[in-house]
T-cell receptor, first 115, second 114 residues
Framework: GESVGLHLPTLSVQEGDNSIINCAYS??????FIWYKQESGKGPQFIID?????DKRQGQRVTVLLNKTVKHLSLQIAATQPGDSAVYFC??????????????FGTGTLLAVQP | EAQVTQNPRYLITVTGKKLTVTCSQN?????MSWYRQDPGLGLRQIYY???????DKGDVPEGYKVSRKEKRNFPLILESPSPNQTSLYFC?????????????FGEGSRLTVL
């Protein structure tokens, strides 16, 4: 809902421009990373993931970049559309495929697309 | 349609009045989890379950209980709610081992404790 966007860093872009959303993760041992999109009033929705043995992965209009040296993850959205307006979360998996499959979520970035 | 269903979506209650938030998934997922979402704090895990009759604490379990008697259901129980449990709650599920870590989330349950 709307309260999710409070206190969040906000990225404002013009429709048609490219967006880059950044995320710093905490655990150097994390081996799996995911980006989620949360629209107002809805639950988070999976966008794209990347394993630690990769530094780039592309989907439809989205690209995720992973820099393990500085523990940084970014999500690039090409030709941003009004429907992309949402809160975007990165998540790191501390135990992928293991006993807990534990995800740690970032606090999120609000993407506001201006028409 | 594959989905995670939570009920109620909105609830206002008073301190100390026991309540249960239900969660049901129709995807035959082994893994289910509850999160709470608060402004500035992101999603924090309350409890999770790797399979039927297997549950464990997440990062913020105090004041909550869960049960997993059936694979599809994972209710969240607040025995004696307090105002600091006012939050937006999400249930999520996934296959335990898979090539993606995709979690499927419910639509959320907004709880207010007065």
């Amino acid at each position: 809902g709307e309260s999710v966007g409070l206190h969040l860093p906000t990225l404002s872009v013009q429709e048609g421009d490219n967006s880059i959303i950044n995320c710093a993760y905490s655990n150097s041992a994390s081996d799996y990373f995911i980006w989620y999109k949360q629209e107002s009033g809805k639950g988070p929705q999976f966008i794209i993931d990347i394993r630690s043995n990769m530094d780039k992965r592309q989907g439809q209009r989205v690209t995720v970049l992973l820099n393990k040296t500085v523990k940084h993850l970014s999500l690039q959205i090409a030709a941003t559309q009004p429907g992309d307006s949402a809160v975007y979360f990165c998540a790191e998996n501390w135990d992928y495929g293991g006993a807990t499959n534990k995800l740690i979520f970032g606090t999120g970035t609000l993407l506001a697309v201006q028409p | 349609e594959a989905q995670v269903t939570q009920n109620p979506r909105y609830l206002i209650t008073v301190t100390g009045k026991k309540l249960t938030v239900t969660c049901s998934q129709n995807m035959n997922h082994e893994y289910m989890s509850w999160y709470r979402q608060d402004p500035g704090l992101g999603l924090r895990q309350i409890y999770y379950s790797m399979n039927v009759e297997v549950t464990d604490k997440g990062d913020v379990p105090e004041g909550y209980k869960v049960s997993r008697k059936e694979k599809r259901n994972f209710p969240l129980i607040l025995e004696s709610p307090s105002p600091n449990q006012t939050s937006l709650y999400f249930c999520a599920s996934s296959f335990r081992r898979q090539n993606t870590g995709e979690l499927f989330f419910g639509e959320g349950s907004r709880l207010t404790v007065l």
